[in-house]
């Protein structure tokens, strides 16, 4: 036992091995949970640093959006007002618009119908020429038919001062007289006995003869009497009337029996104008 125990121990080179590996596996366990630990140690600050960063900014965020409640409480107050505004004047735009429109088609419609009335008036003045020129050559051959109708009229000598005049000879000639315009012409018919006013004068047939183309009538003018006796057919019979005296004509154109006659009174244009007349 004492040799034992005297004996030294020997140990092998794989179990050495073994505790050096031991030793250099502990050593870095060591090492490895010291970075470790300092890492989740900075780690622990960075996340206790984050969340104060956190709390930080969320009490900001309250802030913000206790500043952004507050604002959008102001902005929809005034975009209320504005809003408003804005349908007001969008509906007095319509309004306005809607009358613009109005207008513009009344103002269309107008000018048509001004354009229409231009084109009525421009065709009725071109029809009016045309017809102004048929009434100028109408006119033209009238006066010239009239001209040379008065020129076949009769021109017989009065029996007052021996003044001659134009007569007519019977109703279509009594026509030419009266569109030459130059006097007045009043026609009658005279029965026997009675007393006619004829214009401004008063006429009374005496006698007559139908074979003897013979007659004799009494002129009641300006309070005198002026007796035409024993006169012939289609003679003027002269005599002046009037407040300033103009020289005024009767002529008788038949005689029917011994009771009528018919003729007719001529009278200037200045001369008065009847009352009444008759025939």
Request: glycine share 6%; net charge neutral.
């Amino acid at each position: 036992m004492s040799e034992l125990e005297e004996t030294p121990r020997t140990y092998s080179g794989a179990f050495l091995g073994a505790i050096a590996v031991a030793l250099l596996l502990g050593l870095g366990g060591l090492i490895w949970t010291y970075t470790l630990s300092g890492k989740v140690t900075a780690q622990t600050q960075e996340l206790a640093d984050a969340k104060a960063q956190n709390a930080n900014l969320a009490a900001k965020l309250r802030e913000t959006d206790e500043r952004l409640n507050v604002a959008t409480d102001e902005l929809k107050t005034s975009l209320g007002l504005t809003q408003k505004q804005l349908d007001a004047r969008a509906e007095e735009l319509q309004v306005r618009e809607a009358r613009q429109e109005q207008a513009s088609a009344r103002l269309a419609t107008e000018q048509k119908q001004t354009a229409q009335a231009v084109t009525a008036v421009s065709s009725a003045v071109t029809d009016v020429k045309t017809d102004v020129g048929g009434v100028k050559t109408d006119v033209a051959k009238t006066q010239s038919d009239l001209a040379n109708a008065v020129s076949q009229l009769t021109s017989m000598r009065g029996d007052l001062n021996g003044h001659s005049s134009l007569i007519a000879r019977n109703a279509d000639e009594l026509e030419i007289l009266k569109h030459k315009g130059d006097r007045n012409y009043y026609e009658f018919t005279l029965m026997k006995g009675q007393k006619k006013p004829v214009g401004t004068v008063s006429l009374e047939l005496k006698k007559s003869d139908a074979k003897k183309s013979k007659f004799t009538l009494v002129v009641y003018a300006d309070d005198k009497e002026y007796e035409k006796k024993d006169r012939n057919l289609n003679e003027p019979l002269q005599f002046y009337a009037g407040k300033d005296p103009v020289l005024f004509e009767i002529v008788v154109n038949a005689v029917s029996g011994k009771n009528t006659v018919t003729g007719y009174l001529s009278t200037p244009k200045s001369a008065p104008a009847p009352a009444a007349t008759g025939r």
